[in-house]
């Protein structure tokens, strides 16, 4: 219980500081403050457990700082990749997209973004590990314990909360698109939006991603589904009228023959 809620804590503290830099980065881009992450919590999980993994693996090779960034490259590299695909799955959404930047796999990994990985192993490693482990041996092991407990129970309340955002978009689109019966995905994005706002979780979710692709992506599966929907209806329809051709022409042959014997 000891080594798992120490690990836990650090988990808590590398997704914080994930989040913190997220914020800062895209405030910056902005130009105003954004509450950058999936969650309503101040964490971006995808931090933490790159660097748990980060250093669960590359302790051991902390002798050697060529090989602690170059598996630290490809150890995030693989956990970012994993988690896109991973979150398109189940909610139907690409929440980041690096097909514009150059050298990227699928769009959800990039060049542009490994390199820091190797870097941020690097400090993890040497700087960062160091220092936080040491201040969590100096807190007492029941209250760590405790804190481990409170702060798990917070992170899955969390989680629980901000998947019902996602079905709230969800929901918000199939009830827009019905309403308005439009083909036009601008229009429908407009108007989810101006709902999404009126309810605080919608407006933290748009203002953690304002380029909107979690929204377009469900738009875009909202349109498929109802095209393939209508598709399959067609198919059913031509089917039905192809055996009733089929029934007609196999009576009328039944009603020529039984007229020849007369």
């Excluded at 503290?13 to 914020?23: D, K, Q, T």
Aim: glycine share 4%.
């Amino acid at each position: 219980m000891e080594n798992i809620a120490v690990y836990f804590i650090i988990f808590i503290i590398y997704s914080f500081l994930g989040w913190l830099v997220e914020v800062i980065d895209c405030s910056i881009i902005e130009k105003k403050i954004v509450n950058r992450g999936f969650l309503i919590s101040p964490i971006c999980p995808i931090y933490g457990c790159g660097a748990i993994l980060i250093t669960l693996v590359l302790t051991n090779y902390r002798d050697d700082w060529f090989v602690v960034f170059c598996m630290a490259v490809i150890l995030c590299g693989i956990l970012e990749y994993f988690t896109s695909w991973l979150m398109e799955k189940l909610f139907h959404a690409r929440w980041w997209d690096y097909s514009k930047n150059k050298f990227n796999i699928n769009g959800r990994v990039c060049l542009e973004t490994m390199i820091p990985f190797g870097l941020l192993g690097l400090l993890i490693i040497y700087v960062l590990n160091p220092f936080f482990f040491n201040l969590i041996k100096m807190i007492p092991t029941n209250i760590a314990n405790i804190i481990s407990i409170i702060l798990f129970i917070i992170l899955i309340t969390d989680i629980i909360i901000s998947c019902k955002v996602i079905s709230k978009v969800t929901s918000t689109v199939k009830k827009v698109s019905q309403e308005n019966r439009k083909d036009n995905t601008n229009e429908i994005i407009a108007k989810v939006r101006e709902i999404l706002k009126t309810n605080w979780k919608g407006k933290r979710l748009l203002d953690a991603f304002p380029d909107l692709e979690a929204i377009k992506e469900k738009v875009k599966k909202v349109a498929n589904d109802t095209a393939e929907k209508s598709k399959k209806a067609v198919e059913i329809s031509k089917k039905a009228i192809e055996k009733g051709k089929e029934a007609a022409n196999k009576k009328l042959e039944y009603n020529k023959k039984k007229n020849n014997k007369k």
